[in-house]
């Protein structure tokens, strides 16, 4: 307490060295913190800072990185795989008539019958064949008919050729004209008749096949040939396969009618009739697998139905 009476006196404090003072406040407050935040930063892992994704859109497909799919094996190089299917080269050899049905006959000589000779052609032809290595399916081989009805009769001659899975077929037949015609007893010599259709064989076709079978008999057996001719007959259309019929002569014809009843006419024609098979399996997809001839089968197609002719 002041003495009594006395005046009051105000302290004052003074800086004795104020610069020393604003440099303390500057370490205190500047350079300090800095340290220690440097430090810090020293400290810290670094972190790369990553793009911002792209805003979605609602359009937007997720895209996948595709990857790359495995080789696969083709059935020709896996082992033990069948790349085609092999049947047996099948040619159908259908002798003309038969039976109840002996065809035409010859005239003034009712012993010599279309049926007869159709079939003597048809089986050294067989023969011939099958000496080949080549398959042949015969529509009959004894003097019969196939059916009760002509037009039944007919079917079924397709119908053996079509389930047996003929490749070729071939109908023999024997000419006749009616004597009260204009000059009948003078027409000679063969013709080929063929239906141009869809078959189990392309490209090789039914044009090509009866133009290889009238020029392989003309070559044979010395006789004429009158054409290949397109005509829509029964067993030329119901048939699956390249298909022809053959008119190997004129009965009504002398010279003709002198040619058929020899055998070795006969056996002539039937060597024409297989050397022409022998030329269309060389055009078609077959080859020779031992021993046998045989060939690439399609899918059956369908064909419309038969009618007589």
């Known amino acids: 307490m002041p003495p009594s009476g006395g005046r009051v006196r105000a302290v004052r404090y003074r800086l004795r060295n104020p610069v020393r003072f604003f440099i303390l406040m500057i370490l205190i407050f500047v350079v300090v913190p800095a340290i220690l935040i440097f430090a810090r930063f020293l400290k810290a892992p670094f972190i790369p800072s990553l793009p911002e994704p792209a805003p979605a859109s609602e359009s937007a497909v997720p895209v996948r990185t595709p990857v790359p ?3 696969k094996e083709s059935p020709a190089s896996t082992p033990g795989a069948v790349e085609v299917e092999w049947r047996d080269f099948i040619v159908a050899l259908d002798a003309g008539h038969g039976g109840r049905d002996p065809g035409a006959v010859a005239p003034g000589d009712d012993d010599i019958y279309e049926k007869e000779i159709t079939l003597a052609v048809t ?13 042949v399916l015969m529509t009959r081989e004894e003097d019969k008919a196939l059916a009760e009805t002509v037009q039944a ?3 079924a001659r397709c119908g053996l050729a079509n389930d047996g899975g003929a490749a070729l077929f071939a109908s023999v037949h024997v000419n006749s004209l009616e004597l009260t015609v204009h000059g009948a007893l003078g027409v000679s010599g063969m013709e080929c008749y063929y239906a141009e259709k869809e ?8 044009e090509k096949w009866a133009s290889l079978i009238g020029e392989a008999c003309v070559k044979a057996n010395g006789n004429k040939l009158n054409g290949v001719i397109e005509k829509r007959l029964a067993v030329l259309r119901g048939t699956l396969m390249p298909a022809v019929l053959l008119e190997i002569g004129y009965i009504t014809n002398k010279d003709d009618l002198a040619r058929m009843t020899s055998s070795q006419y006969l056996q002539d024609t039937a060597e024409g009739i297989a050397a022409a098979v ?6 078609m997809p077959a080859e020779k697998r031992n021993g046998v001839w045989q060939i690439r089968r399609t899918d059956q197609i369908v064909t419309e139905d038969n009618h007589g002719g």
């Open 69 to 71: 799919a495995m080789p």
């Open 123 to 135: 089986r050294a032809c067989r023969d011939l064949l099958a000496q080949e290595g080549i398959t």
């Open 153 to 155: 009769d007919l079917t």
């Open 199 to 206: 078959n189990l064989f392309p490209p090789f076709h039914d």
């Open 278 to 283: 022998l030329k269309a399996v060389a055009e």
